[in-house]
Each structure stands twice: as structure tokens, then as C-alpha cells.
């Protein structure tokens, strides 16, 4: 099994639409969780922590379930420029050990 | 915004040549990566760097590569034979030893290609 699974997609999803990426992990000692985004032929940049309780930035909601070993993206209002591949990171051993998932890749049509 | 820099954008040797790959991390940043894309692939963690010393690397971090801070600004990664297959997309990152979020802020990266 993968260490960081993510469908690669793509998803093709109309502009305003709701979109949900899963990510599963296999080691249960991952201590910490992100989300990134990376634009083609770009660098990675952080989109969202991801922490057990939950958390919203705006339009983006991410979940971690520990008990399941996966953590989830939701995107509301689907926006053209959130176009790109979003990554799920997964860290162990303080932070010192850094796992990507191949990513997801998000196509949001007009 | 400080940023990361790194430099060269592209870098094209020979194999068996050693390249030198530079990066500049966020002036208060105490830890510091590196990582590689090969085109069309995950990003894959190489190595993380603390304190002027390897904290953790990876399978992928083997003899042939090696990390240096020579100084209180660069951060090197150094192959030292480069192989057809070391041919990728490098990124450095950086982060603030404070930083509750655990941040990561990468470099725009520099592409490695290896003829």
C-alpha cells in the first residue's frame, strides 16, 4: 500500500460546483496534514493545514479522520482559477519526514 | 514577501558531471528541504536539513548526493555523477523553526536535465 493515496483524477467539474478529494494514508504515525496546491510546472504552495476538529478557509474545508487514516478537501463554488493539482502531504517524526501524494488534478470548465 | 529563491532555472550536464544546485531560504527559516518532480510525477522528498546537519533523509538521498549551508544564506544540493535519470524539477524549501503551521515555502525550483 501507498504511504499518501489520492485519486489522480482528473476532475472535471463546472464552474460553481462542489468538488471532494480524499486522500488516504497508511502510516499511523503521520503526525501532520496539508493540503498544496501546484500549478503546471510550479512549485508547490500551501493551501491548507489540516487538523482533527476540522478546518475552513473560505470556500475550502478540510477533514482529517484519524480512526479511517484519510483526510478530505471540499471546494464550494467551484472558481476557474482553482484549476491545478492539489497534493495531500503527510508528515512523521516532527515535521522531518515529508510524504506527497501524487495528486489530485481539478479542471473547472465554464 | 521574503521568498525563496534558487537558482540556476534550468540546469543542463552531462552525465557523470557534478552539478551544484542553489537555493537562498527565507532569512529567519531555521530547517530547510529538498525535493525533486520528475515530469509527470509525484513530488518526492529527498532530504531535510537542521541545525548544519541531515535530520532525515530519504531512500532516493543516496551516495551521489550530498547537502551544504556553507554559509548563513545558501543551501546547496550537490550531485555529484549525475545519472539520465537524476533529470527532474528540484525544489527547496523552507521553514520558520516557530511556525504553528508547519509551513512549507518552496522555491520556484530549479529543472535539472541531464543529457
Known amino acids: 500500500r501507498k504511504e499518501v493515496e489520492q485519486d489522480p483524477g482528473p476532475f472535471n467539474v463546472p464552474e460553481g460546483a462542489t468538488v471532494a478529494f480524499n486522500c488516504t494514508y497508511s502510516n499511523s504515525a503521520s503526525q501532520s496534514f496539508f493540503w498544496y496546491r501546484q500549478d503546471c510546472r510550479k512549485e508547490p504552495k500551501l493551501l491548507m493545514s489540516?487538523?482533527?476538529s476540522g478546518n475552513e478557509d473560505g470556500r475550502f474545508t478540510a477533514q482529517l479522520n484519524r480512526a479511517s487514516q484519510y483526510i478530505s478537501l471540499l471546494i464550494r463554488d467551484s472558481k476557474l482559477s482553482d484549476s491545478a493539482t492539489y497534493l495531500c502531504?503527510?508528515?512523521?517524526?516532527?515535521?522531518?519526514?515529508?510524504?506527497f501524494g501524487t495528486g489530485t488534478k481539478l479542471q473547472v470548465i465554464p | 514577501e521574503p521568498e525563496v529563491t534558487q537558482t540556476p532555472s534550468h540546469q543542463v550536464t552531462q552525465m557523470g558531471q557534478e552539478v551544484i544546485l542553489r537555493c537562498v531560504p527565507i532569512s529567519n527559516h531555521l530547517y530547510f528541504y529538498w525535493y525533486r518532480q520528475i515530469l509527470g510525477q509525484k513530488v518526492e522528498f529527498l532530504v531535510s536539513?537542521?541545525?548544519?546537519?541531515?535530520?532525515?533523509k530519504s531512500e532516493i538521498f543516496d551516495d551521489q548526493f550530498s547537502v551544504e549551508r556553507p554559509d548563513g544564506s545558501n543551501f546547496t544540493l550537490k550531485i555529484r555523477s549525475t545519472k539520465l535519470e537524476d533529470s527532474a524539477m528540484y525544489f527547496c524549501a523552507s521553514r520558520h523553526r516557530d511556525s504553528l503551521t508547519y509551513e512549507q515555502y518552496f522555491g520556484p525550483g530549479t529543472r535539472l536535465t541531464v543529457t
Open positions: 536539513f537542521y541545525n548544519n546537519e541531515i535530520s532525515e
Open positions: 489540516v487538523y482533527s
Open positions: 502531504v503527510v508528515t512523521q517524526r516532527g515535521y522531518q519526514k515529508v510524504t
